[in-house]
């Protein structure tokens, strides 16, 4: 048996050796930066020239800064963004967190190639977009994540 301090210091380095090697995703990164790049293809070209969908997000924050909000999109542009239940608009300081579905796209490719710990992601199969995605950068940080859910999925609007 060995004695308690060499064996956690065998422990120690066992978990940094299997810290380090989870930490590099290698291939799965590149497989899926290139899944990400046909997804955005198919939604690209399916895409509505408006369309609405609603959006929620996780995060350690206020109900308001989660969602969900409906998002309006001509083209790749977000022209509105409102709360559901009460219609009041989305104050101006969280636009970025409730993009465009090309946004999605965008902020999961970055997050990507930055080589998070963990990434989970979910596709639709009928549009291509990114149904939901949850991002762990550092396996021991609390609340440094990235998750998103599409609530409805992107819809053709006419307009108003």
């Given at each position: 048996?060995?004695?308690?301090?060499?064996?956690?210091?065998?422990?120690?380095?066992?978990?940094v050796l299997?810290?380090?090697?989870?930490?590099?995703?290698?291939?799965?990164?590149?497989?899926l930066l290139?899944?990400?790049?046909?997804?955005?293809?198919?939604?690209?070209?399916?895409?509505?020239?408006?369309?609405?969908?609603?959006?929620?997000?996780?995060?350690?924050?206020?109900?308001?800064?989660?969602?969900?909000?409906?998002?309006?999109?001509?083209?790749?542009?977000?022209?509105?963004?409102?709360?559901?239940?009460?219609?009041?608009?989305?104050?101006?300081?969280?636009?970025?967190?409730?993009?465009?579905?090309?946004?999605?796209?965008?902020?999961?490719?970055?997050?990507?190639?930055?080589?998070?710990?963990?990434?989970n992601v979910?596709?639709?199969?009928?549009?291509?977009?990114?149904?939901?995605?949850?991002?762990?950068?550092?396996?021991?940080?609390?609340?440094?994540?990235?998750?998103?859910?599409?609530?409805?999925?992107?819809?053709?609007?006419?307009?108003?």
């Amino acid at each position: 048996m060995m004695p308690r301090s060499s064996s956690a210091a065998a422990l120690s380095a066992v978990l940094v050796l299997l810290g380090s090697a989870c930490k590099d995703q290698g291939p799965h990164i590149d497989g899926l930066l290139d899944d990400i790049a046909a997804h955005r293809a198919f939604w690209e070209s399916k895409r509505p020239a408006r369309y609405v969908y609603e959006l929620e997000r996780w995060c350690k924050c206020p109900k308001e800064e989660q969602g969900p909000v409906r998002v309006t999109v001509e083209g790749t542009v977000v022209v509105e963004r409102r709360h559901p239940e009460t219609g009041a608009v989305v104050a101006s300081s969280l636009n970025g967190a409730f993009p465009s579905v090309d946004g999605l796209f965008d902020m999961l490719e970055d997050a990507v190639r930055r080589k998070p710990w963990s990434v989970n992601v979910s596709w639709d199969g009928e549009l291509g977009y990114p149904r939901d995605f949850y991002v762990d950068f550092e396996s021991n940080v609390l609340y440094d994540e990235l998750s998103y859910r599409v609530v409805t999925a992107p819809a053709a609007d006419p307009g108003s």
